[in-house]
């Protein structure tokens, strides 16, 4: 049941990815594109998720836990640090490269274009390389407080 | 190439998006994060972290099969970049959207609902980002 629940909750992120024009890439560069040809259509997108969820989460958090869970998992992390900013600047640069973000790129994936499988891979390598390097990083700050 | 201005469907399409965030939050208690569940869904470390990602991933890709079952047409996807940009755009998403712990929904959407105060730094971030990107790559490199 459990797994159902969030199938049916893919398939309706996914079509909404659809609907929205998210999914096509001409479309969400044209919103970032003030000073060409620009669509300013992704605003609304933002304006309909946020206003859902905004509500919809206070409605389901009146609840003592959620359906098929025993709590409510909230990011335990709360710092604004170097990471946070230097990962979401990277991502936008990305982003504003080739006009996929991960949430998009998925529900696009499932038309088989080439072109998208392209960069699903492209985005799974760079997600594996920055696990590396976190770990890395990691291991010698370890290593560096043993020294200390 | 200019894309038509659809105020409606994509508020309508919002909606769509921020009704999946609140029924992942109120049916398993978890953030709708495009970024956790593609990484959780490679690199899973235990197999019941693993599942309900797989599921989750399993109901985006066939969303546009049935927007081809009942309108007959697959959802307009135009790629106005070359493959090589594709790719390295794609490198830099993963690794960011790792590091940043998050992307367009978790941080965008989900994030910004929640008022975190992580997503609030990190959604002006990248929208700036993307769009000074954009700016050179279209009208001061003019590729």
Redesign the interface.
Known sequence: M??????????????????????????V??F??????W????A???????????F??R???R?A?????S?????S????DK?????????????????????????????G?W??V??????????????V??RWLNASRLIETADS | MVTEFTPWASFGGGLLIGLAAVLLMAGLGRIFGATGIVSGFVFADSREEFAWRAALVVGMLIAPALVFLTRGQWPTIDVPVSPLLLVVGGLIVGIGTSLGSGCTSGHGVCGLSRLSGRSLVAVPVFMTTAAVTVYISRHVLGA
């Not at chain 1, 970032?32 to 040809?37: I, R």
């Not at chain 1, 992390?77 to 604004?80: L, W």
């Open positions: 459990k797994f159902l629940f969030a199938i049916v909750t893919g398939i309706i992120f996914g079509l909404g990815i659809t609907l929205s024009g998210m999914i096509n890439p001409a479309k560069l044209n970032f594109d003030l000073a060409g040809s669509d300013p259509s992704l609304f997108v933002m304006g309909g998720a946020v206003v859902m969820t905004f919809g989460y409605l389901v958090w609840r836990k959620p359906l098929f869970s709590r409510f998992h909230h990011p992390s709360s710092a604004v990471r946070l900013i230097i990962g979401s600047a990277l991502f936008g640069i990305g982003w504003g490269l080739a006009g996929f973000c991960p949430g998009a790129a998925l529900p696009a994936l499932g038309t274009r072109d998208v392209l960069f699903v891979f492209a985005m799974v390598v760079g997600m594996g390389l920055a696990r390097l976190e």
